[in-house]
């Protein structure tokens, strides 16, 4: 197994934002095919399995039925192909819904392969290699870090409603309970990052312009070689799709 | 203490460790709150038809919400925080980092105008960040999507007449009742 | 000797607040110091804590008429970010003040903002972890640390700055008897061998009466007394506390909780708790205690339904427990949890008291009688229109026991519903439990704090490493003494 996790965020980024962006601009399914089979493939070399797509592809699939019914409702793109009472269904459509879809699949699946491959100090590290200061390059850690926190706290929250007989069986009553779960949730947040800034101003954070990270990230000539490539690649694909 | 007293000032930055801290962990209540009434929108008969009004109207409360708390860069952080997290639950997410973004700078720019205690400011602030941010998001519907242009732009309509109004009001109140909290100073 | 701490306050105040929070108040602190920090509820405690550190007024504004000195300087002219050369604070509530994701990180994340070499953090890192004996979670998630091992974090992560000053507000509030000995005995060392002014404010254990020199006693926002340790214990502490006599009516045929040999495995096998045989008649006041992780609150949740009996079954009010049944068995239940804020969500405390009355037909003028009652009952008459999240942590439980009590339920559950208070809130809390037992309410008390369960209870059960061990009448404590020192509850 190739060990993804150790190589420069640099890298990984170009990578995603091609595929993303290879994506957006591309009108053409088959394009959008080879880049999916493109991230499955580099995801089982790498990983030697798909799992850590399993909820999203449920996701994707629910939005790309989503497309698909709006498409045949109100699609009027193309040659019918099938009419019965006031329904009829254009060529156009189901292209227009499959394009949408494998889209999708290719700019949602990259971003988290990004996400999965890269942690969150070395996405900071990034960004001060980038010249950002390190007082906002820490919040990407920051965030990693406070996003398991919150959830417990929502879980809490939920535990003390439900423990309280706050009824939440129909889609109404769940809309009515909304400020009673979402409203101690703001509340919380505020006490938290209180706590937490004043601890972390009173450890020295911003006293300096930089900090000692200890972990620092280094760009090597194959990773270097790696980017190069893959924004030619995108230069070739973008003069293919504006001149062929 | 000056950054604390910026809110009354209509300042448009503060970039106190507080705000910044602030705005990363608000900014994943947006994240949690998006997912809920995601889920909440998924059991209405619009929502499956992809019209998410209660979630849009959340989306909409916190982009201004945390603007007018955090002041910048606090409301880009968590608006970009929650864009970027979205990548887990909605396909639309590259269309979120432009919407929120540009909710979040609408939000500031009242803001530096109105000192946000009266509904007209409120119903103004709403009006951008429902209008502009649901305009980008339909242009994400169509061209990521592949929706038809006049289903798009009905939906949006829809989503901008509901989620002005019920933002506006949910706003305010949150808004008020935080202020009144003296969590935030 | 130049003394290490200065205070000399005329007065600090709040915006738009009349009253000053903290006023008159000569201190002088040397160094080498151990200082526990006492007083009731808002008297000024943990502010005091903040005008040393000058957080107030650098991070909550407020205008100060005075001077506070920390090693001869005054600290108004010292950045917030750079007081950590002088203190090193420590607040209640390990999870909100790590900021890193795992607990190396963290450890050296003072000792990394202060720019030193790499050799010089993992030496300091290095040096504290074995010191407090965490090198074994060195490489874990924060988020997954127990209450215990989250504080040995901050602590760690404090003490590598090496400020010859520790500040620390009720550091071990949530923790259990035992952790909380380990605590206070690590920071006793500091004091004695490296000389560290040691200033913490005291939790209602009085564990750190111990180890103290001195005594700040506050009230109203002023040092009402400075005096050495045993001058405090002659003049404040009460002799030992003896259970007071409590008459409840309890009906002996009712069963108002039973538990017939249920337990949790959880998910990954992990048990929760095993085989608990346990029966709550009604009109008892009964204590569950336990060590963190003993099956206290697995316990709890499956008599709350939050959980499923994986073996066993559970009654409730004389029905099984069901999917059907559950809603309207809970409505019967008023249940009171560690954190208020769980559950606070309105602006107003009257809102807060009456959201539950929403949802019944009462008359407006029946409802209006109804808040008034209760407010009068948890003492926050006359506060309606104040913003709950503006009451202490204390009076913030109150308002949620008030918001639990005003439907009337026939059980009331309350978890730890004293964790993170100082002693006088907790007496409070744990009053008013008492007064609703007494009424005729059954309660049933989850708690690691023995002083409570001894003094309030009326019958105590005993949990240990999953099990239920003991069960006894809360008058025969005493025979059970070597049991519970065992269990390193005592």
Not at chain 3, 254 to 275: E, N, W
Request: aromatic residues 8%.
């Amino acid at each position: 197994m190739i060990n993804v996790k150790n190589w420069d965020p640099r890298l990984k980024l170009t990578w995603c934002l091609f595929l993303v962006l290879t994506a957006l601009i591309s009108r053409n399914m088959m394009l959008d095919l080879v880049l999916l089979l493109t991230i499955l493939i580099t995801e089982i070399i790498t990983e030697k399995s798909l799992k850590r797509f399993k909820v999203i592809a449920i996701l994707l699939l629910i939005a790309g039925s989503q497309v698909l019914i709006i498409n045949l409702l109100f699609g009027r793109v193309g040659e019918p192909v099938w009419s019965w009472w006031i329904l009829t269904v254009y060529n156009g459509s189901l292209i227009a819904s499959l394009l949408g879809f494998l889209r999708i699949c290719v700019i949602t699946i990259s971003a988290i392969q990004f996400a999965y491959n890269t942690d969150a100090t070395d996405i900071a590290q990034m960004l001060i290699k980038w010249h950002i200061p390190y007082r906002y390059a820490m919040l990407v850690p920051i965030t990693a870090r406070f996003f398991p926190v919150m959830v417990n706290e929502y879980h809490s929250i939920c535990d003390s409603n439900s423990a309280r007989g706050v009824p939440c069986d129909t889609v109404m009553e769940h809309i009515r309970n909304l400020p009673a779960a979402v409203m101690p949730l703001i509340y919380r947040a505020l006490r938290i990052s209180n706590d937490a800034s004043l601890s972390v101003e009173l450890r020295g954070f911003g006293r300096y312009e930089t900090r000692n990270f200890q972990k620092t990230i280094g760009l090597r000539p194959f990773e270097g070689i790696m980017i190069l490539f893959i924004i030619m690649m995108y230069i070739s694909i973008m003069l293919c799709i504006m001149f062929l | 203490m000056e950054n604390e007293l910026a809110l009354k000032r209509k300042k448009i930055f503060k970039t106190d460790t507080k705000s910044l801290i602030g705005a990363v962990v608000m900014g994943i209540v947006f994240v949690i709150a998006c997912q809920i009434t995601g889920q909440i929108d998924n059991m209405l008969p619009w929502g499956k038809a992809g019209m998410y009004l209660i979630n849009g109207s959340c989306w909409a409360f916190f982009t201004a919400f945390i603007t007018l708390i955090y002041k910048q860069p606090g409301g880009i952080i968590a608006a970009e925080i929650e864009a970027l997290t979205s990548v887990m639950y909605s396909p639309l997410w590259v269309a979120f980092i432009f919407a929120n973004a540009v909710g979040t700078i609408w939000v500031s720019f009242v803001a530096s105008k109105y000192d946000m205690t009266k509904w007209s400011h409120h119903i103004l602030a709403q009006a951008g960040v429902c209008i502009l941010g649901n305009c980008i998001v339909t242009v994400g519907m169509i061209f990521i999507l592949e929706i038809p242009l006049d289903v798009a732009i009905i939906e949006t309509l829809i989503l901008i007449a509901v989620n002005w109004i019920v933002a506006t009001v949910i706003t305010k109140l949150a808004y008020d009742a935080v202020l009144k909290s003296g969590l935030v100073k | 000797m130049k003394p290490i701490i200065s205070i000399d306050l005329e007065a600090l105040v709040f915006p738009e607040e009349k009253e000053a929070a903290l006023k008159n108040i000569k201190l002088d602190i040397n160094q080498g110091d151990f200082i526990a920090v006492t007083g009731g509820t808002a008297s000024g405690k943990s502010l005091l804590l903040h005008a040393i550190t000058s957080a107030a007024p650098k991070f909550y504004p407020c205008t100060i008429d005075g001077t506070v000195r920390v090693a001869d300087r005054n600290v108004e002219e010292i950045p917030l970010c750079e007081m950590a050369d002088y203190v090193g604070y420590m607040m209640q509530e390990p999870q909100n003040q790590m900021i890193s994701r795992v607990v190396y990180d963290e450890l050296g994340f003072g000792v990394a903002n202060m720019n030193l070499s790499s050799e010089e953090i993992q030496s300091r890192v290095g040096e504290i972890m074995s010191f407090l004996s965490i090198q074994d979670f060195a490489h874990r998630y924060t988020d997954a640390l127990s209450g215990g091992q989250a504080q040995k974090v901050v602590l760690g992560s404090i003490l590598t700055l090496k400020a010859p000053i520790l500040l620390l507000d009720q550091p071990a509030a949530e923790l259990d008897p035992k952790t909380s000995a380990e605590l206070y005995k690590y920071l006793s060392w500091l004091n004695k061998n490296e000389k560290i002014t040691t200033m913490v404010v005291m939790d209602k254990s009085r564990e750190v009466l111990k180890y103290a020199d001195r005594v700040v006693v506050m009230e109203n926002g002023t040092v009402k007394d400075y005096m050495n340790t045993e001058e405090y214990k002659n003049k404040y502490q009460q002799k030992e506390k003896k259970r007071r006599p409590i008459e409840l009516m309890v009906d002996h045929e009712t069963d108002i909780v039973k538990l017939m040999g249920a337990s949790h495995i959880y998910k990954g096998g992990i048990v929760g708790c095993k085989a608990i045989d346990f029966t709550l008649k009604k009109g008892d006041f009964t204590a569950v205690i336990g060590q963190n992780g003993s099956g206290k609150s697995t316990m709890l949740k499956l008599i709350e339904g939050l959980l499923k009996p994986t073996e066993g079954s559970i009654e409730l009010f004389g029905s099984p427990v069901t999917k059907k049944n559950i809603g309207e068995l809970r409505r019967r239940i008023g249940f009171l949890f560690q954190n208020p804020d769980d559950q606070i969500f309105c602006s107003t405390i009257k809102e807060e008291i009456g959201y539950v009355l929403k949802r019944k037909d009462d008359s407006e003028a029946e409802k209006n009688k109804k808040i008034q009652d209760v407010l009068a009952f948890i003492g926050l008459e006359g506060s309606e229109e104040v913003h709950p999240q503006r009451l202490s942590r204390g009076q913030r439980q109150l308002l949620a026991l008030g918001s639990v009590i005003i439907s009337e339920p026939e059980l009331i559950i309350a978890d730890e519903p004293t964790s993170g208070l100082d002693e006088s809130q907790s007496r409070l809390v744990m009053e008013k439990l008492l007064l609703l037992a007494q009424q005729g309410k059954t309660v049933l008390l989850v708690t690691h704090d023995l002083s409570d369960a001894k003094y309030f209870a009326n019958r105590i059960v005993v949990m240990n490493r999953h099990e239920l061990v003991l069960d006894f009448n809360a008058d025969q404590m005493d025979c059970f003494t070597d049991d519970l020192i065992k269990m390193e509850l005592m």
